[in-house]
Structures are given as structure tokens and as C-alpha cells.
């Protein structure tokens, strides 16, 4: 029946843009709006289909995707049918990728494309660039309050100088990934103007509240993103004299999608940057799309119906690009960003893997693996043409989201746990190196969160300072640790600018009025153009830490096992300070890679049992794939020297 209404309500539709699409060529249009077609009805419908303007915003729908698909440049075309054919093309081992700021990379994206060579230097073939769309000077949270979803900020340059940045990625094969920042917009968007004018249209827009009555259930169940600097979700507005929900600043209004117009605008957004260049598309907050009085408003299922649509929709227009869910929740939950009860993934390709980051931090404070083995069990399977970002550090804080479960499994107190993570990560344990400061920290419940780079957070920074060449080792270990871990696990890896030559905090945001009260600026670094001249230079900290992550990059890309389809296993050590798993190359299953990572500051064994050595050594002597080497044995047990890791085959 549904199936009848659909076709019906489409060929309508196909009618009615007839005059519009007239002597285009929309064979591939048509087939992919065929096949997608009963899917986008269907959801359209659970989301919609109670408005007596259904059909019409239906209509609206359609020809959007029509009308981009129209503007999509043929290049681009041609690269949505490559990867049709070639549909796992991003499960390869061959990507990694490193987020960026242009300004604090490159000051604009002129010079910006200047330095694509950096990157081929390193291997990196996946670019984030972040949010670089007009913003207000004052409140922009890094980007991601946007005043105009269609127009480059002038500081960053000109939509010009992005298309030529674009190309110059293509023409290198590197991947481009952009922002779509779907949950909110800055309160001087032109919509939220028009609202503030008293546009009734535009107030629709937001979620809006003449009295406390309706904020103040919500508030019940709502947690806060920023308690310490913005306090509850919504804000007053005066003149308007309105509540608007500001989930997280004062000056980002939350975006209402039970209205369709707000879902095809930014249909309409996303299909833009896809059609400007963006392989990929980074879903900023999707955790927080649906909002419903009695619920944490995070996680809702029409959340994922929202990113369903959004997905399918995409499908028809410019179906060679894929979607990064920013959705930093607990696994079970993270999971279903990919898509629930379905084989291969039908919301976003790709998510954040925020759970092992987090993970991996603990194993560092603690120098134990216990957590860390405990809570990776609890990241569920991905689904098919699913992978993840796995990722060290990013331009936002370090959350303590593993379950609390997990942590009394691994033999700890979840509360004393995580004190215990603050004061390392911030320094306020004796034994720490680390210089990290605390974000978000919530009165009400103690929660806290970590703000630091990568370099301060494993004690260079101190050790620099002190000059002591062996903590300066040990960070440096430390950092290659890390990545080697993320290289090896499984998705893509996600490097974040400066990390692969140990940038170390930057403090400046103290003096600066507008980012004084963020410690996530001091992650934000301007990159030191001088400071990576010297990984040229032999034994310099630049120089180790660039050239072990090159040669990462460079031996990960050619070992099939590396690539990403379910083809981890994860081996239970009696070591509590090993973390380890093997990767099976799906096409050969004897061509096997045991990783194995020693997180504590002395030498530890692993034992090769049985089963190991029937994976592993039946066929010839354990290599070190990294360094060449033959790893260290004692007797028949692996000996890992202190913050080092192995990625073993047998040769
Ligand atoms: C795949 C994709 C193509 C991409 C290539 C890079 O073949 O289809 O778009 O450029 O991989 O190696
Ligand atoms: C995402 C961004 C973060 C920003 C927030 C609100 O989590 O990564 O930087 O503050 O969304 O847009």
C-alpha cells in the first residue's frame, strides 16, 4: 500500500518539475531517485506525515536533490559512479587523515593550498579542514556557531579559493572533509534574525518559549554541554522575549527538525558542500538532532531517522560521499550512528571512535591495560560499509565516557576513577608529567573533562622544560605508542595538526577576552611552520616523532590486514599492562598481524600460546613489520620494551 502511495505521490512530483529539468541528462538522477525513493517516502513520512503539507514539502524535497543534482560539477559525477562500482573503497588501509584548522595551519586557504605538499610528505591523504564558514568575531566557538551555512568567513578567504583548494586535493587524491554543522546556528544567522524581527516563519525554525513552563521540563532531564560557561539549555532573549533552546552556547540556537523546512534546508546545505568538493561530510552533534520533553534529548530515534533521510537523500544527489557522524556517546549508542538493524550502513559510514580514544588515555594515566581491555569489549561490531575515526586527539576536550560498568569491571570505583583521570591529566598528581586543565567542569555532579595537546598530556612539555632526555624518550615513546595503536585497530586514523611534531600547549588564549574562558584553545594551536623545518634535522623531537609517523603511514598502507571489515581479534592477556589483538587480512586469513602495545614505563611479556603460534609463527619467525626487526624474545615469551608496541607477522 505504502509502496503504491509512494510511486503515485512521485510521479506527481516528476511531473510537476518536468518545465524545470527540462533537456537536463538525469538518467543517473532517476535511477538512484527510483531506488531511494520508497526509503525517503517512508521516513519522510514517520517524521512528517502528519502535516497537512506533506505532499508540498515532499515536492520541496525532491526538487532540491534535483536542483544540486543539476549543479553537481561532472568531475564529480564521475567520481559518484567510480565509487557506486567500488563501494568499500574507504574500508582500505591506504587513508589517513588529519584534522586542521586553516587559520592555525595555514592563516587562509590560499596559503592553505600551499601546503598540500606537508601532507604527501607525511602520507596523509584525508584532510579535515574545520569550519571555516562565516562566523561572528565574538562568539563563534571555534566555527561551529555559523552565520551563513553558503559563504567562506573572509578571514579563511573566498568560496573561490576553496574550489581551488579542492581541486588541488583531487588532483592529488586526498580526500576533503568539510563541516555540516546540523544541530544549530549562530544566533546572527539570518535566520535567527528574522526570528528575533518576529518572523513567525523563522521563529518555527528554533524551539521557542514564551514562559519557563515548557524550558523547565525540559531542563528536568536535559544535562548540561557547557555547565561552567553556558549553564542550562535555554537562554532569554530579549525584545523577543523568548526562551530559545541553547543546548550548547548562549549564541547557538538550536535547530527545531520536527519543521521539514529545516530538514531541507540543510538537505540543501549538505548537498552544496558536497557539490563545492567535500568528500566527505563531518555531521557536527548529531547525538542532539531530536529533542522530546522527559528524555536527555540526545539519542533519539528520529535522530537516526533524520540521518537516515539525510543519507538516502544524499544517495540520489552525490552518492560518492560519505558522512562522519561527531556523535561522542557511550558505545552501545555510538554504534547505531552507522544504522540499527541493518547489514551495511545506512545513516553516517563513519563515526568518531570516541570510546577507544578515551580508552587509551586511561591506559596512559594508569599505565594498566585493564580498562582499556575491559571497555573495548563493549564497542559493538560495526555494520558493513561502517568504519571508524580512530583519533588521539581532536580540537575538542577529552570526555571520560566509558561506561561505569567497565571501570568497576577493571576493579575500579567509577567516581574515584575518573577524580583520579582529572588530577593526572591535569597535573595534580604527584606522580604526573601530564599538563592538561579541566573544561566543562560541572559543580553539580563533579564532572569533569580534559583540555591539552597530545605532546602536553604524555609529559613533553615538562620534560622539555626539565631537559631530562629520558622523560623527553618516554613522551616521545609515548606519542608513537599511541599512534600506533590507532593506525593498527581498525578505521581510519585521525592525526590532529601538530601532533606529528610534538606541538605542545599553547597558552596565548589566556589574553584573548573571547577564548580565555575555553581551555580547549590551548589545543588550538598556530602551527609552528619553523618547529616542522626540523624534522629534517636529524635527532631533534620534531624529527622522531614525524619520521616514525611517516614510516607508519607508509608500512599501514600495505598491509591488507590493516584494512577495516570486522577482522580484529582481540586477545585477553594475563599481562594487565598490554593492550593486543590480532588483524586477519580478509582475503587470506593465514596473513596475520598481532599487535601488541606495552603502556608501562618497564619491559613486559606476553606469552605465545598456542593458539597464537599456530596464527602466527607456524610459517616462519616473528618480524616486526614496523622497524624490520625481529622483536625481543625470552625463552618462548614476547619481550616488549617499556611504551613500545609491535606489529608482528610471520615471515
Ligand atoms: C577508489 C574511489 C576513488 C578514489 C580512489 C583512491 O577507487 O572510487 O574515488 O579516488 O579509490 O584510491
Ligand atoms: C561539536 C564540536 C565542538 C563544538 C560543538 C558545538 O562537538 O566538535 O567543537 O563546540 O559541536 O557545535
Not at 589483538?581 to 587470506?588: A, D, E, G, K, S
Amino acid at each position: 500500500m505504502y509502496e503504491q502511495v509512494s510511486h503515485t505521490l512521485l510521479n506527481e512530483i516528476l511531473i510537476k518539475l518536468q518545465p524545470d529539468i527540462k533537456g537536463e541528462n538525469l538518467r543517473h538522477f532517476y535511477t538512484r531517485l527510483g531506488a531511494n525513493f520508497y526509503s525517503i517516502y517512508s521516513l519522510f513520512h514517520l517524521l512528517y506525515g502528519g502535516r497537512d503539507d506533506f505532499n508540498e514539502q515532499a515536492q520541496r524535497l525532491v526538487e532540491t536533490m534535483a536542483r544540486q543534482y543539476m549543479l553537481r560539477p561532472d568531475e564529480l559525477k564521475q567520481r559518484d559512479i567510480e565509487r557506486e562500482k567500488d563501494h568499500n573503497w574507504f574500508l582500505s588501509q591506504e587513508w589517513t587523515g588529519m584534522a586542521l584548522y586553516c587559520d592555525g595551519f595555514a592563516d587562509d586557504l590560499k596559503n592553505l593550498k600551499t601546503k598540500v605538499g606537508y601532507f604527501q610528505d607525511l602520507g596523509v591523504n584525508m584532510v579535515h579542514v574545520m569550519p571555516i564558514l562565516k562566523c561572528p568575531k565574538e562568539h563563534s566557538d571555534g566555527g561551529y556557531a555559523v552565520s551563513d551555512f553558503r559563504e567562506v568567513d573572509d578571514r579563511y578567504g573566498t568560496m573561490k579559493d576553496l574550489d581551488r583548494l579542492a581541486a588541488e586535493l583531487r588532483k592529488r587524491n586526498i580526500l576533503l572533509t568539510l563541516d555540516v554543522v546540523l544541530n544549530h546556528t549562530s544566533d546572527e544567522h539570518e535566520w535567527a534574525q528574522k526570528a528575533q524581527q518576529g518572523d513567525e516563519t523563522y521563529q518555527d525554525y528554533y524551539y521557542m518559549f514564551p514562559n519557563r513552563e515548557i524550558p523547565d521540563m525540559f531542563e528536568e532531564t536535559m544535562p548540561e554541554i557547557f555547565p561552567d560557561t553556558a549553564p542550562g539549555n535555554f537562554t532569554w532573549v530579549e525584545g523577543m522575549d523568548k526562551w530559545v533552546m541553547t543546548v550548547f552556547k548562549t549564541f547557538q540556537w538550536d535547530l527545531n527538525y520536527s519543521n521539514p523546512a529545516v530538514f531541507i534546508e540543510m538537505v540543501d546545505i549538505t548537498l552544496f558542500w558536497a557539490n563545492h568538493g567535500a568528500d566527505i561530510v563531518r555531521l557536527d552533534a548529531v547525538a542532539f538532532l531530536w529533542k522530546k520533553i522527559g528524555s536527555t534529548c540526545q539519542n533519539e530515534r528520529e535522530a537516526h531517522l533524520i540521518l537516515q533521510l539525510m543519507k538516502d537523500c544524499c544517495q540520489v544527489t552525490a552518492p560518492g560521499v560519505l558522512f562522519i557522524a561527531e556523535a561522542i556517546v557511550a558505545p552501545v549508542e555510538v554504534a547505531k550512528y552507522f544504522g540499527e538493524d541493518a547489514i551495511h550502513a545506512k545513516e553516517c559510514e563513519i563515526a568518531y571512535n570516541a570510546t577507544f580514544m578515551a580508552l587509551l588515555w586511561d591506559a596512559v594515566a594508569t599505565k594498566s591495560t585493564k580498562l582499556l581491555n575491559q571497555g573495548i569489549k563493549s564497542l559493538p561490531d560495526k555494520l558493513e560499509r561502517a568504519t571508524w575515526l580512530n583519533y588521539i586527539r581532536c580540537h575538542d576536550d577529552i570526555g571520560l565516557g566509558f561506561d561505569d560498568e567497565d571501570i568497576r569491571l577493571a576493579g575500579y570505583a567509577p567516581y574515584d576513577h575518573r577524580r583520579f583521570l582529572i588530577d593526572y591529566f591535569t597535573g595534580e598528581f604527584d606522580d604526573s608529567a601530564a599538563r592538561g586543565k579541566p573544561f566543562g567542569h560541572n559543580a553539580k555532579t563533579g564532572d569533569a573533562r580534559i583540555s591539552g595537546s597530545l605532546a602536553s598530556l604524555v609529559g613533553l612539555e615538562v620534560a622539555l622544560e626539565k631537559g631530562d632526555p629520558n622523560e623527553i624518550d618516554d613522551a616521545i615513546k609515548l606519542i608513537i605508542l599511541l599512534h600506533g595503536m590507532i593506525m593498527s585497530f581498525g578505521g581510519i586514523p585521525l592525526l590532529y595538526y601538530g601532533d606529528e611534531i610534538g606541538t605542545t600547549n599553547d597558552y596565548r588564549y589566556i589574553e584573548d577576552e573571547r577564548k580565555s574562558g575555553d581551555t580547549r584553545w590551548m589545543h588550538r594551536p598556530t602551527f609552528d611552520w619553523k618547529k616542522a623545518e626540523l624534522r629534517n634535522r636529524s635527532h631533534t623531537v620534531e624529527s622522531r616523532i614525524f619520521k616514525a609517523l611517516k614510516k607508519m603511514i607508509a608500512v599501514r598502507r600495505e598491509i591488507p590486514a590493516f584494512a577495516d571489515f570486522n577482522n580484529r581479534e582481540l586477545r585477553d592477556s594475563d599481562n594487565p599492562h598490554l593492550f593486543s589483538f590480532c588483524r586477519v587480512n580478509p582475503q587470506h586469513v593465514s596473513d596475520r598481524v598481532l599487535v601488541v602495545g606495552n603502556f608501562d614505563a618497564h619491559p613486559q611479556h606476553m606469552e605465545l600460546d598456542n593458539q597464537l603460534k599456530t596464527g602466527i609463527t607456524e610459517y616462519g619467525q616473528l618480524v616486526d613489520i614496523y622497524s624490520g626487526e625481529r622483536p625481543a624474545m625470552f625463552k618462548d615469551a614476547l619481550v616488549i620494551p617499556p611504551y613500545h608496541f609491535y606489529w608482528l607477522q610471520s615471515r
